[in-house]
């Protein structure tokens, strides 16, 4: 009897951290991916705001860096869709990504290839602030679009 007791018990809680694992092991996956694609956008914020900051006057930077910057903007917006493409249901991490985000994804992955194309524009007149300005405008339009459906503040 004691012995059966001990079976059921060793086999129980074997039972329970099986199950355990994967759970586990999806939360912190899933929270990975949420930092991986807040630390991507954020890198995004930090380029557009320094290129605002350019554009007005503010600061003043080499146009080689306003040139990097730009493509900095382009390779992030190219990984765009596999930086959010895994779903993270069991993230504890903060999120501000709408579920609406896996629901509707062609349109929501749709608004990357458009910024990164204006961000390659933006990189060859870099420098050349009249150029620059509609370019900008158009890029700040993909990023409030996108923010607007699928980012909850
Ligand atoms: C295709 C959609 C999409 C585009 C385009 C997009 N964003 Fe985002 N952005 C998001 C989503 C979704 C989040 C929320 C991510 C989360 O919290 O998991 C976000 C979050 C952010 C954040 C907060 C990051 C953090 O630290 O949590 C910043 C800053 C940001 N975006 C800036 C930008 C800028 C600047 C652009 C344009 C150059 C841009 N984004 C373009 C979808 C987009």
Redesign the pocket.
């Known amino acids: 009897m004691k012995r059966f007791v001990k079976i059921a018990l060793l086999t129980a809680t074997l039972g329970v951290s099986a199950a355990a694992v994967p759970a586990q092991a999806d939360e912190a996956g899933d929270n990975a991916a949420?930092q991986s694609?807040?630390h991507m956008?954020?890198g995004?914020?930090g380029a557009?705001g320094t290129l605002g900051c350019y554009m007005k006057g503010e600061c003043n930077l080499p146009k080689g860096v306003v040139h990097l910057l730009a493509e900095g903007?382009a390779y992030s917006a190219s990984t765009?869709h596999d930086v959010f493409k895994p779903e993270t249901p069991a993230a504890t991490e903060k999120?501000?990504?709408k579920a609406d985000?896996w629901a509707n994804w062609d349109d929501?992955?749709g608004?990357?290839p458009k910024?990164e194309e204006n961000a390659l524009k933006l990189a060859d007149v870099a420098g050349d602030k009249a150029a620059m300005g509609p370019i900008m405008a158009e890029?700040g339009k993909?990023?409030k679009g996108?923010?607007d459906d699928?980012?909850s503040k």
Request: aromatic share 12%; proline share 0%; with cysteine.
């Open positions: 949420v694609r807040q956008m954020a995004l914020g557009m903007i765009g999120t501000e990504a985000i929501f992955a608004h990357f910024l890029m993909s990023c996108c923010h699928y980012r």
